[in-house]
Antibody
Framework: EVQLLESGGGLVQPGGSLRLSCAAS????????MSWVRQAPGKGLEWVSGISDSSISTYYAGSVKGRFTISRDNSKNTLYLQINSLRAEDTAVYYCAKGHLRTGTALYFDYWGQGTLVTVSS | EIVLTQSPDTLSLSPGERATLSCRASQSVSSYLAWYQQKPGQAPRLLIYDASNRATDIPARFSGSGSGTDFTLTISSLEPEDFVVYYC?????????FGGGTKVDIK
C-alpha cells in the first residue's frame, strides 16, 4: 500500500524557515518524480515544486522560486521542502504527491499524503 | 504560465442528475489534462488523466473529454458522495497548474 506521510509543519513568524518532510513507503520511491502541492485555507490547489526521480531536475512555481528548495534522499525514501523567508500568503496545507508515471517529471499525482499545515503569523 | 479556468464555480444538482464541468486552458495543453476530486478534509483523488482515461478504481460514471483548450468532466448520474469539489490540472508546460475548482452541491 502506497503511503506518504508529511511532517514538519507548524506556526512560524514571517521571515522564518521550516523544513517539511515526506516519508514514502509501499512503492519504489527512487523511480518516481515527486511534487509538493499546497492549499491555502478555503482555497484551491497550487502546485509548488517538483523533483525528478534522480534529483537531476527541480522545478518551482514562480511564487516560491528563490525561497523554497525541494530535495530528496532516495536511500531514506524521503522527500523534503526547505521553505525560507516565509510570508503570510504561504499559509497552507502542504501535500506531498507522487507522480503517476515512472518516466518524466511533468506528471499528474496518483497518491497524496494527508498534508501538513504551515501557518505564518506573528 | 498556463491558466486553467473552471466553470461554473458552483453547480447545483440533484442526486441522479448528470453533471457537466468545464475546464478551459489559456493555451493548448494537447490532451495533458487531469481531473481530481476533493472531499472535505481529505487530499485530492485522481479521477481522469490525459483528458479521458479513468484512473484506477474510478467508477464508470466519471468520464472526461476534450483536447487543446476545452475539456469536460461528466458525471453521468450523481451519487450522494459526488457532491464535493473538482479540480483540473495540466502537465503540458511548467509550471504545472490547477484550475480554481468547481463545487458540486445538492440542489
Amino acid at each position: 500500500e502506497v503511503q506518504l506521510l508529511e511532517s514538519g509543519g507548524g506556526l512560524v513568524q514571517p521571515g522564518g524557515s521550516l523544513r517539511l518532510s515526506c516519508a514514502a513507503s509501499g512503492f519504489s520511491f527512487s523511480t518516481y518524480a515527486m511534487s509538493w502541492v499546497r492549499q491555502a485555507p478555503g482555497k484551491g490547489l497550487e502546485w509548488v515544486s517538483g523533483i525528478s526521480d534522480s534529483s537531476i531536475s527541480t522545478y518551482y512555481a514562480g511564487s516560491v522560486k528563490g525561497r523554497f528548495t525541494i530535495s530528496r534522499d532516495n536511500s531514506k525514501n524521503t522527500l523534503y521542502l526547505q521553505i525560507n523567508s516565509l510570508r503570510a500568503e504561504d499559509t497552507a496545507v502542504y501535500y506531498c504527491a507522487k507522480g503517476h508515471l515512472r518516466t518524466g517529471t511533468a506528471l499528474y499525482f496518483d497518491y497524496w499524503g494527508q498534508g501538513t499545515l504551515v501557518t505564518v503569523s506573528s | 504560465e498556463i491558466v486553467l479556468t473552471q466553470s461554473p464555480d458552483t453547480l447545483s444538482l440533484s442526486p441522479g442528475e448528470r453533471a457537466t464541468l468545464s475546464c478551459r486552458a489559456s493555451q493548448s495543453v494537447s490532451s495533458y489534462l487531469a481531473w481530481y476530486q476533493q472531499k472535505p478534509g481529505q487530499a485530492p483523488r485522481l479521477l481522469i488523466y490525459d483528458a479521458s482515461n479513468r484512473a484506477t478504481d474510478i467508477p464508470a460514471r466519471f468520464s472526461g473529454s476534450g483536447s487543446g483548450t476545452d475539456f469536460t468532466l461528466t458525471i453521468s448520474s450523481l451519487e450522494p458522495e459526488d457532491f464535493v469539489v473538482y479540480y483540473c490540472q495540466q502537465r503540458s508546460n511548467w509550471p504545472l497548474t490547477f484550475g480554481g475548482g468547481t463545487k458540486v452541491d445538492i440542489k
